[in-house]
């Protein structure tokens, strides 16, 4: 594999192929691991993810890279191999989430500031020779009526830059991640307010690495999808996509190689046909897909329930999903393919 930053992020996104994002962090796991009933402990995360990775056909075909936890990349599968050789073994990238969460914002109540610039430059390096190839930082948008605060969306932007700019030194692919949330706060706003907050937090993002001189044709960007809020009115698949490509169109330049969509909290297959309805009827210049945590994981984890003797299902249902969404990167899924399942 070719280890230019350029051509990282296009393999990245390179067609019907997306990013399986696997980097819930330990708490987020554990609740992940509640809604089955399975204790979260080292093995049983190991035992989990080792099932993802193996599932060879959906990978091969339909996953260019995964995003990892700390622990993760320096974990073996029960029979020794590295689980970053796993994913390598299957033609992926193995990528690494470095951002330290979400924290309060001192001063602007309902906001946060993601954390994890100090020693950055130093973890990257041990990332790097660990393996990883791309890395994830998440800033988190609040919004509302009143929400955010332009010290929000601007302090979040320049930690975006300074992190990516990093990431490029250290010849690693950033995505750059500035999620507008879809609950919270109170979660209630319409289609269109996110796509007022989504326009200004891209423009302000690139801004920033234009600032802090990332070269756009070596990262990847992962938005929300402009949508309403998770407790208002549900816009149509239609709306959804024509008011998220007209927001990106205004936004992102042609020369990022791809846009790769979080999930957020749309079930699996909304966040499928969201992603198929842009493809199929826009022309864009870049490619689109998924990077999707939830929508990708949510049937794979049920199916397995924490069980040894569900791994061949939980790899059906994963591979079901991949292949949906790997339809969906193309603008080729429907819902009788769907079904046929
Ligand atoms: P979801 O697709 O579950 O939102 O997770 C994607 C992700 O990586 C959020 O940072």
Redesign the pocket.
């Known amino acids: 594999m070719s280890e230019r930053l350029e051509d990282i992020a296009a393999a990245m996104v390179a067609d019907g192929k997306g990013?399986l994002?696997a980097?819930?962090s330990s708490g987020t796991i554990k609740k992940r691991f509640d809604t089955i009933g399975a204790e979260s402990t080292e093995s049983s995360r190991r035992d989990y993810r080792e099932m993802l990775f193996r599932a060879d056909d959906a990978m091969k075909a339909h996953v260019s890279g995964v995003?990892l936890f700390d622990e993760t990349l320096r974990q073996k599968a029960a029979d020794g191999t590295p689980l970053v050789d796993v994913i390598r073994a299957a033609g992926a990238f193995p990528g690494i989430?470095v951002d330290g969460g979400a924290k309060p914002l001192a001063g602007f109540a309902g906001e946060t500031v993601t954390e994890g610039l100090d020693g950055l430059r130093e973890r990257l390096t041990e990332y790097y020779g660990l393996g990883a190839r791309f890395s994830?930082w998440?800033a988190v948008i609040a919004i509302s009526d009143s929400l955010p605060n332009w010290t929000a969306v601007k302090q979040n932007a320049q930690a975006l830059a300074r992190y990516a700019a990093l990431c490029q030194e250290a010849g690693i692919v950033p995505i750059v991640?500035p999620?507008i949330t879809m609950d919270g706060t109170p979660g209630d706003h319409s289609i269109d307010r996110c796509a007022t907050v989504t326009e200004w937090v891209l423009n302000t993002v690139f801004d920033e690495l234009f600032d802090a001189r990332v070269s756009l044709e070596g990262m990847v960007l992962?938005p929300?999808m402009v949508i309403d809020g998770s407790k208002a009115r549900k816009a149509s698949v239609d709306e959804i996509a024509e008011k998220t490509v007209r927001c990106l169109k205004a936004t992102v330049p042609a020369a990022v190689p791809g846009i790769a969509?979080?999930?957020?909290?749309?079930n699996d297959k909304e966040?499928t046909a969201h992603l198929s309805a842009m493809n199929a009827a826009y022309d864009m210049p870049w490619k689109l897909t998924?990077?999707?945590?939830?929508?990708?994981?949510a049937a794979a984890l049920e199916a397995w329930g924490g069980k040894p003797e569900n791994v061949a299902a939980g790899q059906r249902a994963f591979g079901h999903r991949a292949r949906m969404n790997g339809l969906a990167a193309t603008g080729t899924w429907s819902q009788e393919l769907e079904n046929a399942a």
């Open positions: 990013l994002a980097d819930e995003i989430k994830k998440r991640e999620e992962k929300n969509f979080l999930s957020g909290g749309q966040a998924f990077s999707y945590g939830r929508a990708l994981q």
